[in-house]
DNA sequence: ATGAAAGCGCTAACAC
DNA sequence: GTGTTAGCGCTTTCAT
């Protein structure tokens, strides 16, 4: 098949522009130093032969990769029924590129790909790991703290222990959840219901406490645990109403689990908003919008979390991506926003 | 930070087992024609040392990567909206993984990011591609054939020009379309609709082309072209209704634009699917089963079309996966399944 | 069956 | 400023 050209190195840049191989080199790396003329004939070279640096070999001697993996530890497969992962790989895909790296995928699922994932980034293949790891007892964080790679983690990372150190980026889950059951509270509803996600993740966890910042006192078989999916929503939504037939108002810890929670209501002749107001979590477009009526929800910028992620670590990694402030990075919560539909 | 202790090399494990660097090279790469003995003191003194081998020198002097470039070509948000390449990304990932390839992703959006896109793969830093690509109009197939790397499409790309050679992978739209349609007369409806997606997407193109298989006389006003989009559904659907009051059934290019048609349905009092009935295509789970009523709906395979494309590219690589078939793969339309659901 | 040695293409000291 | 040179860590003939 295609007939492998063999590519032009530096060398024969160098043999055609009339220079030395160094030169080249010095010019395809930024031509700091080099007289403009000779910077020019460099370039022009390197257009004629079609000369692309061999990456292999530049990392060998540099020891870096310009490469950047990242690593989604989902088991499960709800959370690829949900565009949350793409979306922030965009934001980070979008970010890498701006400043010249690759981003290598790592998906995983069980403790086998644990043991692979470990080995490949204490392999030094990348320069940096962008790492996704959702529950309590992931193994995943201990494995890459272990494997000494620069690292940023995508929602706050639920390891108790030597935690303190872990650079992040999450959305307010505990401030937006507040925001959305005081919204509640400010339309006159005294007796909030909450249907958390699983609260072995974090952001569940986050958004159960503002709910609780918020409803201190509110009665526990107010609190439904679920799942984050429509039919966990379903269910928990009927317990709730079985329990407390007075409900007036209803905080889902994400859009899914209250699409079925509205599902539920409506089949006990609830009316929503006026018997009960609902409100969601994440303002994920397909379900917020299509639901009846349609979903009052916080809104988090996950793409934005995703580009915030890879400038954390590329700026770990030296590559000063803006405003210079190198040194330690530190984590970041970005503020939500509440989304006005009809449902609350 | 992280204290870079240098990391061992083949130099190191030699000396430690007492052999040269060609014997532990060797053993590294499956230790044919070396003693047993030596085989397992080789082995001993990697794992002492925890010997990782330096994938850039390796691939200097190889000229093999073992890494497969994915390129996502989608300018649309709509589609990171959409489960649906998350779930061929972990088909593909899996696939991968099993034969120790690593998964470098390339997301585009608009016509910059080809050409860097092109000079990528251009660049030989990967020893392939898996490429989606599914717009008429696409150039990037264009450029990938140029850049001369093995490729294996997702989905029918559609390009008429010496596009007889191009491997891919799709579902059998038109296949499931006409199992969708069939059904619907099945169910005794004779005023059938059809919503179709984007017609420039060879998806959607196929699924009209089913349609027609089974409705040749179909009245021109029951086929209207949407975008795969809820408020496209609807729009549609109005028009629909406006023009063909007797409609009583209709087929949707997929279910997020059934959803919609549904939500107009119900609007203008229409029971489905006693006066309508309705099926939709992918069997996007959160839509289908969230629906009201549940959707019926063609289901496809989308993790086996990730995993047969990688399958079928490492093929092509020379990996020889499983059965030894070498020589010229070719494409592959996967079967779809009609899931009956309360709509149809 | 094993070892010696020659590069793969590039960057980075170091000379000039 | 520009060229010379010595490797980066590995695979792979070619001897032995």
Same mark, same amino acid.
């Given at each position: 098949m295609t007939d492998t050209a063999p590519r032009p190195t530096l060398e024969a840049v160098a043999a055609r522009a009339g220079v030395s191989r160094a030169t080249v080199s010095r010019v395809v790396n930024g031509g700091d130093g080099v007289r403009e003329a000779l910077v020019t004939r460099v370039r022009r070279a390197v257009e004629e032969l079609g000369y692309v640096p061999n990456q292999a070999a530049r990392s060998l001697v540099?020891?870096?990769?310009?490469a950047v993996a990242v690593v989604i530890a989902e088991p499960e497969t709800r959370v690829f029924a949900d565009p949350f992962f793409a979306l922030q790989l965009r934001g980070i895909s979008k970010e890498l590129t701006a400043h010249d790296n690759q981003l290598v995928l790592l998906l995983t699922e069980g403790r086998d790909d644990h043991v692979r994932v470990g080995r490949y980034l204490a392999g030094g293949h990348v320069d940096g790991a962008l790492v996704f790891s959702l529950h309590l007892d992931d193994p995943l964080p201990g494995l890459i703290q272990h494997a000494g790679v620069p690292t940023v983690f #995508?929602?706050?990372?639920?390891?108790?222990?030597?935690? #303190?150190?872990a650079v992040f980026v999450d959305s307010d889950n505990r401030g937006g959840a507040r925001e959305a059951v005081r919204h509640l509270v400010g339309l006159g509803r005294s007796r909030v219901a909450h249907i958390t996600g699983p609260l072995d993740q974090t952001s569940a966890a986050d958004r159960l406490e503002g709910f609780r910042d918020v409803m201190?006192?509110?009665?526990?078989?107010?609190v439904e645990e679920s799942d984050f999916t429509p039919a966990g929503g379903e269910r928990a939504m009927r317990e709730l109403l079985d329990r407390?037939?007075?409900?007036d108002a209803v905080f889902a810890a994400n859009d899914l689990s209250a699409a079925g929670a509205l599902r539920v209501l409506r089949e006990r002749g609830?009316?929503?908003?006026?018997?009960v107001a609902v409100i969601g979590f994440d303002d994920m477009l397909p379900v917020a919008e299509q639901t009846d009526p349609p979903l009052t929800t916080v809104r988090q910028d996950i793409e934005g979390m995703g580009r915030l992620m890879a400038r954390l670590l590329l700026d770990r990694l030296?590559?000063?991506?803006?405003? #210079?402030?190198? #040194?330690a990075p530190s984590s970041v919560v970005l503020p939500t926003t509440l989304v006005r539909r009809a449902s609350a």
């Open positions: 540099t020891r870096r990769h310009d #995508g929602g706050r990372p639920g390891w108790s222990e030597s935690g #303190g150190d201190p006192d509110a009665d526990p078989r107010l407390r037939p007075d409900v609830r009316r929503v908003p006026e018997d030296g590559h000063r991506t803006a405003e #210079g402030a190198e #040194g």
